[in-house]
């Protein structure tokens, strides 16, 4: 493996940073867990985390629903030893709170490396890390170090919308006055919604964005596509197409599904449109839900947001 500097100088680095964790802390760009990482890392290229220069170690943030938390919470209160097979389990006290993660030896191919995985409690989130360092590594990155990286770890309510919307792959110019924007996938699909994660987001108008690939090119395909990308919306029960016509989206080709359904765990009668605007290698997918008894004001508004999409650059 190549470093930027000697092994050694590096390992001086990292341990003379150990004790002072007193900068603030990285947010990935769009997530609401955020961590001081160790000398020698930098936002990873491909992923939401951190990487070494060569790429070979490696820090994934995710966020999870928040019953994954308490889901691990419990599973380590009710077996304190953990799993066995070389799983170390361990909790640790965080900037976010009470943290639990795990160690273990593994096989990348034919690298061995330690693992280390955490998961820390979120407002209306969980937040997970997943930590990879190859054997050649482990001197500098040792389990003393990275155990005071996840002692760093933070997270804060919302993601400034603006930085929200610098994720994803097209520029969106109306919201349509939405109260709450989320990022669902970085740089791939955003949410626009007047409820909220913790009530639910099916009781009020809501609007999903995102890139789909392998769409029809074929003009007397995309029917039957987007017959089938309709039906197979999540969280829709007792589904029943009402409409699906070809439209023109921006000048664009275009299809329009709307659909009757139930959603929700309280059973919300909703009315569903999705817009499929045709392109190259993607196609823009926006799928817009209101209750029935809302559809009439909340359509001029997913109207907004459809025709406002425009692309970067």
Known sequence: MKFIRPIAALALVVASALPAFAADATFPPGLRVGMVPLIGLRQA?????????????????????????GEVANAFKANPAGPGGGVKP?????????????????????????????????????????????????KIYTDEAVRQ??????????VPVDEQLEQMPFKLTDLADFKNVRMLAPRSSIILADGDEAAGFEPKPFVIIGLIGATPQQAEDRARFAQEAAA???????????????????GTPGFETRIDAVSGKDKTEVTVVQWIRFG???????IASAPRNQWSAAFPRFRA???GIQPKG
């Open 280 to 286: 190259g290698s993607t196609s823009l997918r926006i």
């Open 45 to 69: 290229k491909t992923f939401p985390g951190f990487e070494s220069e060569d790429e070979n170690v490696k820090v994934l943030i995710v966020e999870l629903p928040t019953d994954a938390y």
């Open 232 to 250: 197979q919306i999540p969280g829709m029960r007792e589904t029943r197409i009402t409409m699906s016509e070809p439209i023109r989206i921006n």
């Open 90 to 138: 361990d909790k640790i006290e965080t900037l976010a709170g009470l943290a639990y993660y795990t160690t273990e030896t593994a096989k990348n191919g034919a690298t061995t490396v330690k693992r280390y995985s955490m998961i820390v409690p979120g407002n209306g989130f969980s937040g997970y890390l997943a930590v990879q360092v190859p054997e050649n590594a482990a």
């Open 305 to 307: 947001v459809r025709d």
């Open 149 to 158: 990286m996840f002692a760093t770890v933070v997270t804060r309510k919302e």
